[in-house]
């Protein structure tokens, strides 16, 4: 008898056959169904034994399993491997075609963390590799269930952060992080300035432009950010942050972890679109500075509630006048 390894790639199944779990024999007659072009169903499947049908219930093809005596290895004890159909069942979107499986497949394209495989290329690739077409829901958890075997549960990686940030402070002289916990130890805020960016700060003008977004990880969660702008009118950073939704502790948190760091300014502005955490925070944490709305955000407002022509020209001729003159033109 011969036993069947995990990972183990074989063109064909036959009695005797001894895998060592279920999970490893339902992942090679997967395979097998998917290259020979049929799709099967489990009418039985217990902790002691599965069976296997095709799909054609008229079919004679057949497979039975069981547990190989006391053990956990189950063992191929009767296989017809005949198909008296015409297969025409074996539709572009086959059944047998698993994310699980799937992501098997694309493990090796997530090695290198230079390269950025998207959803997309997964579709492309399992259409040309295997001949099957997945949607894009099925190759986007495929694309999860390999990120989690290849770099781990991305739940994980909140744990590491206590040594990222002494790494990160360690290799760059002078970086202050910050990671705030909640009342049952979870993760629940994170505040980095590196040093560069610290000691420019005193070089750069008094604006604090600030923003948040939408992270698209598995466990989603909001970027803060916080930059200025250079001598040479460029975008310096300041800070960033992560945090789990744009509310009024979470900016707070941010702002007081900002001005920790970098203190105030006089004549300090802070730009920012008009969400009314970033304003309650502001009033709070820097109520001497000047806060300002970006002009970009205020015009997105203005077009979807106003629908005037010229509006757009119209706004930034006054938002752009810098004497009392200019702007009653």
């Given at each position: 008898m011969e036993i069947i390894t995990k990972g183990t790639s074989i063109e064909d199944l036959k009695e005797n056959l001894i895998f060592e779990s279920k999970e490893d024999l339902k992942e090679v007659l997967s395979m097998i169904a998917i290259k020979k072009k049929f799709q099967y169903r489990v009418p039985k499947s217990d902790k002691k034994r599965f069976m296997a049908r095709c799909i054609d219930e008229k079919c004679e093809w057949y497979l039975s399993v069981r547990v190989y005596k006391?053990?956990?290895?189950?063992?191929?004890?009767?296989?017809?491997?005949?198909?008296?159909?015409?297969?025409?069942?074996?539709?572009?979107?086959?059944?047998?075609?698993?994310?699980?499986?799937?992501?098997?497949?694309?493990?090796?394209?997530?090695?290198d963390p230079k390269v950025e495989y998207k959803t997309n290329q997964v579709i492309s690739d399992v259409k040309r590799v295997l001949g099957v077409t997945v949607n894009y829901q099925k190759a986007w958890r495929a694309m999860q269930n390999a990120r989690d075997e290849v770099l781990g549960p991305a739940s994980d990686s909140y744990g590491l952060l206590p040594s990222y940030c002494h790494v990160l402070k360690k290799n760059n002289p002078g970086s202050v992080t910050k990671i705030m916990k909640d009342s049952e130890n979870r993760f629940k805020f994170l505040f980095v300035a590196y040093g560069v960016s610290i000691e420019g700060w005193k070089h750069c003008r008094p604006v604090i432009v600030v923003d948040g977004t939408f992270l698209k990880a598995k466990h989603g969660g909001i970027l803060f950010v916080a930059c200025a702008k250079d001598g040479n009118n460029g975008i310096?950073?300041?800070?960033?942050?992560?945090?789990?939704?744009?509310?009024?502790?979470?900016?707070?948190?941010?702002?007081?972890?900002?001005?920790?760091?970098?203190?105030?300014?006089?004549?300090?502005?802070?730009?920012?679109?008009?969400?009314?955490?970033?304003?309650?925070?502001?009033?709070?944490v820097y109520p001497e500075a000047h806060h300002g709305i970006c002009m970009h955000h205020l015009k997105e407002n203005l077009i979807k509630r106003y629908m005037v022509a010229g509006l757009h020209d119209l706004f930034f001729k006054a938002a752009k006048a810098y004497r009392h003159s200019e702007f009653e033109k």
């Open positions: 006391n053990t956990t290895m189950y063992k191929v004890c009767t296989y017809k491997n005949v198909h008296t159909c015409s297969l025409e069942f074996s539709n572009p979107d086959h059944r047998q075609a698993s994310s699980h499986l799937i992501s098997k497949y694309i493990q090796n394209m997530l090695g310096f950073p300041l800070a960033f942050g992560v945090g789990e939704s744009e509310n009024n502790e979470a900016w707070e948190w941010f702002f007081t972890s900002l001005k920790e760091v970098i203190g105030g300014r006089e004549e300090l502005y802070i730009v920012s679109n008009r969400h009314l955490s970033i304003a309650n925070a502001i009033k709070r």
